[in-house]
C-alpha cells in the first residue's frame, strides 16, 4: 500500500510533509495534486522533508504526497544512446513534442519509447547458469553501439526460457531464469537503478594505459589515464566547452556522455547544435550515434540539476557493464555545487566556506570516485572517464569548489585567461596544470609509443618553466642583456608553445595528432635545440641564428607534415644539420 502524508510547508523546492512516519530515505514520491517529482531527504519523528524536482509554484498546504516505495531511479534499456535527456531522465525532445518549449509541471513521460521495437539477438540458452551481469541478448542501438542487455546485478539462477531471436520491445519478455529459491524472474531489455549507488563490479584496476585524445598538451603534458578523473578550471571564455567538445571527438573512448549542469539555455542550444553537427573521425556517422546529452539549464529547478550528474554517471556506468570506455563531460560542477548551496540555504543547514554546505567536499568526492578502470561482473573490462569543468567565479581557483576538485581529481588542466585573450587555444597553462598519473602510464609510453617519450616530454617542460624564469627578469631589464644560452631559451621555448602546445582544433592536420607524430614533433624541436646550443658554445651570437628561418620553419612543422607523413621528419632532421653547417660557414 502506497505511504501518503499531507504538505505543511513550502519552501521553494523543499516541501515538508505531516501525516505518515512511513516514508523511506531516499524514496521517490509524487507530490501535491500534479503529481511533480520528489525525492525524501529527511526524516523526523513527525516530519518529512522533501527536495522537489520540478518548478513548486502553485503548490499549496493540504495537498497530498504519495510514496512509489522506489529510489529515484533511471531506466536502463536500448534508446539511451544519441538522446538528450532532462536531469531525472525525462526525454525533452519527446516533452517538446507534447508541451512545446518549456516543461510543464507534472508531466509524464516514459524515459525510454515502450513502443519502438528492437531488433534482438538471444545469447542464452536453456539450461545455461547466469549470474548477475550475464549478457542475455544483444540489440544494434545505433550504427556505432550494440546495446548488450544483461541480467541485473542481483539476480543469478538457471535459464528455463527463452524467445526466439526478432523484434522486441524494451518491456516484453525475453529470458526467464529461475532463481535458487525456486522463484522464475522474467527479464526484458529494461533494468532500473537507483542513481545514487554505483554499479557493483568485480574489480577496479590500476591506471595504467591512457585516454588518447589527440591534443599533444594533454597526451605529453598532462595525460589522464583510461578510468581517470580531470577537472577543467576556467573563467568565462577561457574555452572550457571548446576544449570538451575536442575531448568528446578525438578521444578513444567509445561512448559520450556530456552533462550540461546549470548553463546558460542559449550555450546549452549552441552544444546541442554542434553536437548533432559533429561527424565521428573514427566512423564518418554522426558524433550523436555514440553520445547521450543531459541538459539540465540554469532556469530548469534547481534540484534536478543536483541528480543530473548522478544520472550521467549512473548510464556511464551501465555501458561501462558492456564492456564499453566512457567518458563523461561534466560541465559544469560549480553549477551543481551552487545547487547543493540553494537547498542547503533552503534546509537551513549551518554553511561552511562561501556558504557551501559541510558535505561539499564528501558530495564531489563521491560523485569522481565512481570514475575507475573495472573488471565487470561478466568478465568484459570497462571503464568511466570524467573530465568536470569548474567555473570559479572571476577566474579564481582558491574558491571552495576548485579547491576541493583538486583533492578528488589527479589531472588538473587549468585554463588561463590571459593565453585564451591572446588567441592561444587549448588555453590550458602549462604552470600551474598538473597530472598524477603520468608515473603510472610511463610504462604504458615506453612499451607502446617510445623509449624517450616521458624524457622528451620532461625537457620541454622544463624548457617552457626556465622560460618563465626568464620572462621575470625580461620584464625588469629587457631581453637584450641576457647571455645567448638564455637567449636561445627563450626562443626554442616560443618554438614548444608555438609549435607543439598551441594546437588549430579546425585544421585537418591539427585537430587530432597520434602519439607517434607527437613523439616526432617532440624529438625535432630538442634535436634543434642540442644543434643551436652547440652553436652557442662556439660563441655564435643568437642574431646570427636567427637570421635564418629554421625556428619558423619548425614551428609550422604542426601544418606541413601530415599525421600519415612521419617520414618527412627525416627532411627535418637534415634541414636542422644544413642549418649548423651554415651558420658554421657563415662565421668561419
Not at 542513481?195 to 589522464?224: E, N
Not at 554553511?351 to 568526492?365: Q, T
Not at 624517450?452 to 626568464?470: A, G, M, P
Request: glycine fraction near 8%; charged fraction near 20%.
Amino acid at each position: 500500500m502506497n505511504t501518503t502524508g499531507i504538505i505543511y510547508g513550502i519552501n521553494g523546492p523543499i516541501v515538508y510533509v505531516k501525516g505518515s512516519q512511513d516514508f523511506k530515505m531516499g524514496e521517490m514520491v509524487l507530490v501535491g495534486r500534479q503529481n511533480l517529482v520528489g525525492e525524501v531527504i529527511g526524516l523526523a519523528k513527525n516530519e518529512t522533508t522533501i527536495q522537489v524536482y520540478e518548478e513548486t509554484s502553485g503548490l499549496k498546504p493540504g495537498e497530498e504526497v504519495k510514496g512509489t516505495g522506489a529510489a529515484i531511479s533511471v531506466t536502463l534499456a536500448p534508446g539511451i544512446i544519441s538522446n538528450i535527456f532532462d536531469g531525472i531522465e525525462r526525454p525533452l525532445l519527446e516533452i517538446a513534442a507534447r508541451s512545446g518549449a518549456f516543461i510543464t509541471k507534472g508531466i509524464t513521460v516514459d524515459a525510454l519509447d515502450p513502443n519502438k521495437l528492437w531488433k534482438v539477438h538471444i545469447t542464452v540458452k536453456p539450461g545455461e547458469e547466469l549470474n548477475g551481469g550475464s549478457i542475455i541478448a544483444e540489440v544494434p542501438e545505433t550504427p556505432a553501439i550494440v546495446h548488450k542487455a544483461m541480467v541485473p546485478p542481483d539476480i543469478f539462477g538457471i535459464v528455463t526460457k527463452v524467445s526466439t531471436d526478432g523484434s522486441y520491445t524494451i518491456n516484453d519478455p525475453l529470458v526467464t531464469i529461475r532463481t535458487p529459491s525456486g522463484e522464475e524472474k522474467v527479464l526484458t531489455l529494461t533494468q532500473k537503478w537507483p542513481i545514487r549507488v554505483p554499479r557493483p563490479v568485480y574489480k577496479r584496476y590500476a591506471s595504467d594505459r591512457p585516454l588518447i585524445t589527440g591534443q599533444r598538451i594533454l597526451d605529453t603534458l598532462f595525460p589522464i589515464a583510461k578510468g581517470g578523473t580531470a577537472a577543467i578550471p576556467g573563467g568565462f571564455g577561457t574555452g572550457k566547452t571548446m576544449t570538451q567538445h575536442q575531448l568528446a571527438k578525438w578521444s578513444d573512448a567509445d561512448i559520450i556522455i556530456y552533462i550540461g549542469c546549470g548553463e546558460r539555455g542559449n550555450e546549452m542550444t549552441e552544444v546541442l547544435e554542434d553536437f548533432s553537427k559533429l561527424v565521428d573521425p573514427k566512423s564518418g556517422n554522426p558524433l550523436l550515434d555514440r553520445t547521450t546529452l543531459i541538459a539540465n539549464t540554469s532556469n530548469m529547478p534547481v534540484a534536478a540539476r543536483e541528480a543530473s550528474i548522478y544520472t550521467g554517471i549512473t548510464l556511464a556506468e551501465y555501458y561501462r557493464d558492456m564492456g564499453y570506455h566512457v567518458a563523461i563531460m561534466a560541465d559544469s560542477t560549480s553549477r551543481w555545487a551552487e545547487a547543493l548551496r540553494e537547498l542547503s540555504g533552503r534546509l537551513e543547514e549551518m554553511p561552511a566556506e562561501e556558504g557551501f554546505p559541510a558535505y561539499l567536499a564528501s558530495r564531489l568526492s563521491g560523485f569522481y570516485e565512481r570514475a575507475g578502470f573495472m573488471a565487470n561482473l561478466n568478465g568484459t573490462e570497462g571503464s568511466v572517464s570524467i573530465i568536470g569543468a569548474v567555473s570559479p567565479q572571476g577566474g579564481d581557483f582558491s574558491e571552495p569548489v576548485t579547491q576541493n576538485t583538486k583533492r578528488f581529481v589527479r589531472c588538473f588542466w587549468a585554463l588561463d585567461k590571459s593565453l585564451a585573450y591572446a588567441r592561444h587555444f587549448p588555453a590550458i597553462q602549462w604552470l600551474t596544470s598538473y597530472s598524477e598519473y603520468l608515473s603510472d602510464l610511463s610504462p604504458w609510453y615506453t612499451a607502446n609509443v617510445g623509449s624517450d617519450f616521458v624524457d622528451c616530454r620532461n625537457q620541454l617542460l622544463s624548457i617552457l618553466t626556465e622560460e618563465s624564469k626568464l620572462n621575470e627578469i625580461v620584464k625588469l631589464i629587457g631581453s637584450d642583456v641576457l647571455p645567448d644560452e638564455q637567449k636561445l631559451v627563450l626562443e626554442i621555448a616560443k618554438v614548444i608553445r608555438l609549435g607543439f602546445v598551441q594546437q588549430n582544433a579546425y585544421h585537418p592536420s591539427d585537430t587530432f595528432v597520434p602519439l607517434p607524430k607527437q613523439l616526432k614533433m617532440m624529438q625535432t624541436i630538442l634535436y634543434l635545440n642540442t644543434r643551436a646550443k652547440q652553436l652557442i658554445a662556439m660563441n655564435m651570437p643568437m642574431s646570427v641564428l636567427k637570421q635564418e628561418d629554421i625556428f619558423e620553419k619548425i614551428i609550422s612543422i604542426k601544418y606541413d607534415v601530415a599525421n600519415d607523413e612521419l617520414h618527412k621528419f627525416d627532411t627535418y632532421k637534415t634541414m636542422i644539420d644544413d642549418f649548423y653547417q651554415q651558420v658554421l660557414a657563415k662565421n668561419a
